[in-house]
């Protein structure tokens, strides 16, 4: 009983700084409407549209202007106050979230605007990212304890993702997609008040003043120029091309080959959530990052060869199971990359290389969803997901092999 509890408290050890304990607890609630909104978005576009290429294109200009903004974005992470640029979006993802509330309820939603209002969203995700993930090193006092808080973020984020999208699709069953996106204003309020009160101690930074072309320059260039985070780019931003977007895909599954509805669309969801959640939590019991080399080789091959599973099952419950298994491997590959990166980037540069990261990560997969909704209206989205599935195994390999981790 004793190591049990030893090895709790070793798990959430992070929990013990109060800042990143503030921090953690408006972001499990702030995150639960973030997953309630994107179940719901993807349902209700589909609903108006019954087109996988639609869904394609939504996700494609929801997160383009990640890859465009998000690099320049870092400069700012680096030169500017990284907690004061969370409170301005999150505050601006709340309102975008409300005024899609009010659009939906009205009957006044179109295709166009929720168009839109992604796009706006997709902006504001850009400065946010790179912040976010560089604003984890000032919460945390012991940087021995960084690790664990990288993991317990993602497993905040995953928890939210198996929680939201079940309770969307209840939600929208019963009373339209307009909720969702309400309850999504909400819940950022949680984040914001943890925000104003945090006590964060400004970080020393140098005023020089320097172009931005120049600053992002040297981000490249630093970047490019070491192997492991250059190796962690490139992985990163094959399997979000080829893997990520499954879950734009995930609207046709639950309707057309499970023959379910907005409820199976939040327990497939879940499920992946789950196997993510899951994954986070085994992330966040490792002691140390020795031999997270081999963790990204078999859980990128994990995420891959459950795609393909995935493609094939017919029936809810087989096709639940195996998304576990997706979920575990793409948050186990995807949160050891983010890990090795927060460890060895020097902290004059994090912004910049978490915002390259966060392009390779999230700029990839607009054009991953472009594609599968694309693909998926010639060849059926079985056949897309199976091909997508087969090229993160092979495109994974040689990266793997070649990698200095």
Known sequence: MNDF???IKHTFRALRHRNYRLYFSGQSVSLIGTWMQQMAISWLM????????????????GQIPTLLFTPFAGVFADKYNRHRILIIT????????????????????SVWNIIALTIFLGIVVAFDAPARHAFVVE???NKEDLSNAIALNSLTFNAARLI???IAGILVALVGEGMCFFINGVSYLAVIFALLGMSITP??????????????????SYTLGHPIIRSIIMLTALISLVGMSYIVLMPVFARDVLGGNASTLGFLMGASGLGALLGALYLASRKSIKGLKKVVFY??????????AFSFSRTLWLSMAILIFTGFGMMAQMASNNTVLQTIVQDNMRGRVMSIFMA?????????????GALAGVLGAPATLAIFGVLCVLGSIPLIRNSAL
């Open 360 to 372: 390779a990560f999230m700029g990839m997969v607009p054009f991953g969803c472009l594609m599968a």
């Open 90 to 109: 999150q505050i601006l993802e709340m309102v975008q979230a409300f005024v899609l509330a009010a659009l939906i309820i009205s009957g006044m939603v």
């Open 139 to 141: 919460m945390v006092a």
């Open 299 to 308: 859980m990128t091959n994990l995420f891959g060869i459950s795609l393909i």
């Open 164 to 166: 939201g999208p079940a």
């Open 203 to 220: 970080r020393l930074m140098k005023r020089e003043h320097k172009p931005i072309m120049q600053d992002f320059k040297e981000g490249i």
């Open 46 to 61: 589909y609903r108006i549209t019954n087109s996988p290429l639609m869904l394609g294109l939504v996700g494609f200009l």
């Open 5 to 7: 509890l030893v090895n």
